[in-house]
């Protein structure tokens, strides 16, 4: 398929995704970076963990794309007292029958808001983050899949980090992007204070299926990457390890770089990026653009990044800068 | 007088017994003559290795050996001795060495059946004559103007390393200025060297490796002139550096048009005419030109200002 006819489909796609990213909008004011963050996560087929300070409309973000997706959606709220089973679901014994059964957890749905995940401990987010990985959950001796598409949308809050239990560097490498939820500016907030003030917080209608959502990313997967790019996507997560030769100004505050697995999502969200801007080709625009999302929780920063109270994002923006571009 | 008659009678057979008998005695002993002595050197000293030659005349039957063992003596020692047959004679070599001066008696030789005795050595001293202190020592022997050449060198070593630190002080002001200015006009001489040739190639390349040298040799320049990490700067991030750099928006938009076409065909597959080619090359050359020569102007301007 020459790039000739993707565009053409992508065109037609790209009708469908406007639709649904419009009646989103039509609820959340602003928060444009949250909303692509979280198509993007679904389109590129990953999950997508939200970092943002309570009342920043994450919740209703998410909620909203499970309705505007038209699929099954379920909120769980991590509490440090939730056990795996609550998660994933357990045997009960049925006396009628005298055997026990499956009840499935909330994770047998299509989008899960995985809200406040560093609340819970280890072994529940393990269990998330199997079911993650895995797709499939095994309950008692038998083993279940997932609906598809599943995607889980989990959200964190950068402070009150007193009985949290942080997500360990190997799973937050699991989710392909980490949105970073900012506050609006002043005219949004003044919208959101109109809508909230008067009620009319506007209703979300079903604009997607979730076969529609399988098509969207065969069209974005047939979106060409030309090999200049993908050598760039590889010597960037590369040069995110050069701690060992020292001779960027950005290595040395770095203490591990991020995995090859950031190379396969940083590949994806690049498609999907260029699928946001309407091209049937990626460019490096498009790489630079979800670099810092896709790399942000997968680099751990040294002392000395620190001590320059230097944020992933700005080593991250320094490692762009010295990355010559195809 | 019969007494002293008898007397004359028994002196005259005394003499004539020990003239005749004699020689007999010797011819016991081992008959020979010596025809010759001879020290090599003639001259000797002490410590000398010396080699006493006696050529010896011996009737037959009389064997002439170099000595079985020699006697000790004080004043030296013996080294060898060998015999060299010459003519019917028989000389026979013995090296020795003194250690003292003065003539020393050599002790009696058995020689096979001759005895060669009465011999002495001869050996001279160095200060034989006169008491003389040790001379004092001498330095090391030069050819004629040799501490000359060595001064010289000496200070061509001193003065050298001195002159070039000097000169290097006195020309730096202007070696920098030239430097500076090879290295001011160089990035635009690259650049002027890559359209040329890609000038030529614009119709044997294809496009997508065309427009690949094309940004690449104008990010160059740019990388040195306009922004220093250009070579990192996108398409997008190349027009914000643009609105800042040219004064007029017409060519920042142009050379973008470039840029952004040129990503078309790099990563779109977008074929491209050999005209536009060489549009594009010409246009891309005049706008940097226009840059490098106002950027000069305004270098010359802060000059002399």
């Not at chain 1, 529609?212 to 997967?221: A, K, N, P, S, W």
């Amino acid at each position: 398929m020459d790039i000739q006819q993707i565009q053409e489909e992508l065109n037609s796609a790209r009708q469908l995704y406007s639709r649904a990213r419009d009646n989103i909008a039509a609820v959340i004011v602003g928060q444009k970076g949250m909303i692509d963050g979280l198509f993007m996560g679904i389109l590129a087929g990953g999950h997508v963990l939200l970092e943002g300070v309570p009342g920043l409309a994450k919740t209703l973000a998410v909620k909203s794309l499970a309705q505007s997706i038209d699929a099954s959606f379920k909120r769980i709220q991590f509490t440090p007292d939730l056990l795996p089973a609550d998660l994933t679901g357990t045997l009960v014994y049925r006396q009628q029958t005298g055997e026990f059964v499956p009840r499935k957890g909330p994770v047998f749905s299509n989008i899960i808001l995985a809200d406040e995940i560093n609340r819970a401990p280890a072994k529940v987010q393990s269990a998330l983050l199997e079911a993650m990985e895995e797709k499939q959950v095994t309950i008692g001796d038998n083993t279940y899949p997932l609906p598809d598409p599943f995607f889980v949308l989990a959200t964190q809050n950068p402070i009150e980090h007193e009985g949290t239990y942080p997500l360990p560097e190997a799973q937050l490498d699991r989710f392909i992007l980490k949105v970073l939820v900012s506050y609006p500016g002043v005219e949004e907030e003044l919208e959101i204070l109109r809508r909230a003030g008067t009620g009319n917080l506007g209703a979300v209608s079903r604009a997607v299926f979730p076969g529609d959502i399988r098509r969207l990313q065969e069209v974005i997967q047939g979106i060409s990457v030309d090999g200049r790019i993908e050598v760039y996507i590889v010597s960037l997560v590369s040069a995110s390890r050069e701690k060992q030769r020292g001779h960027n100004s950005y290595s040395r505050y770095i203490e591990f770089g991020a995995s090859p697995r950031a190379a396969i999502y940083l590949y994806r969200c690049a498609k999907v990026q260029a699928f946001f801007e309407g091209r049937a080709y990626v460019i490096p625009e498009d790489v630079k653009a979800v670099a810092p999302a896709v790399l942000r929780h997968r680099i751990v920063l040294s002392y000395e990044a620190e001590s320059d109270e230097l944020t992933a994002d700005d080593v991250i923006k320094n490692l762009l800068g010295a990355v010559s571009v195809p | 007088m019969r007494g002293n008659i008898f007397g004359r009678i028994l002196c005259r057979f005394l003499c004539c017994t020990f003239f005749f008998l004699f020689p007999a005695f010797l011819g016991a002993d081992g008959s020979y003559t010596v025809e010759s002595i001879q020290f090599i050197p003639p001259v000797y000293y002490v410590g000398d290795r010396v080699e006493l030659r006696a050529v010896l005349r011996s009737s037959s039957g009389v064997r002439i050996l170099p000595p079985k063992e020699f006697p000790r003596i004080e004043w030296g020692e013996f080294h060898d001795a060998y015999i060299v047959p010459r003519d019917g004679l028989t000389a026979l070599h013995i090296s020795f060495t003194a250690y003292q001066t003065g003539s020393k008696t050599i002790p009696n030789l058995v020689c096979g059946d001759v005895v060669l005795q009465g011999l002495s050595a001869s050996v001279r001293s160095l200060t034989e004559g006169a008491v003389r202190e040790p001379a004092p020592a001498h330095g090391s022997l030069l050819l004629p103007s040799t501490r000359l050449i060595i001064a010289l060198a000496a200070g061509f070593l001193i003065v050298l390393p001195l002159a070039a630190l000097a000169c290097f002080i006195w020309l730096r002001p202007g070696l920098r200025k030239i430097i500076g200015y090879y290295r001011e006009k160089q990035p635009y001489r690259k650049l002027k060297k890559d359209l040329a040739l890609l000038r030529v190639r614009a119709g044997e390349t294809d496009s997508r490796q065309f427009y690949i040298s094309l940004l690449e040799a104008m990010k160059l320049y740019m990388n040195r002139h306009i922004a220093a990490n250009c070579l990192a700067f996108t398409t997008r991030e190349l027009e914000a550096v643009f609105g800042k750099t040219f004064e007029c928006g017409q060519e920042a938009d142009a050379l973008l048009g470039i840029f952004r076409y040129g990503d078309e065909v790099k990563f779109g597959g977008r074929e491209s005419s050999q005209g536009k080619r060489l549009q594009d090359i010409s246009l891309g050359a005049a706008i940097l030109w226009r840059l490098e020569n106002s950027r000069r102007a305004a270098k010359k301007e802060s000059v002399h200002a």
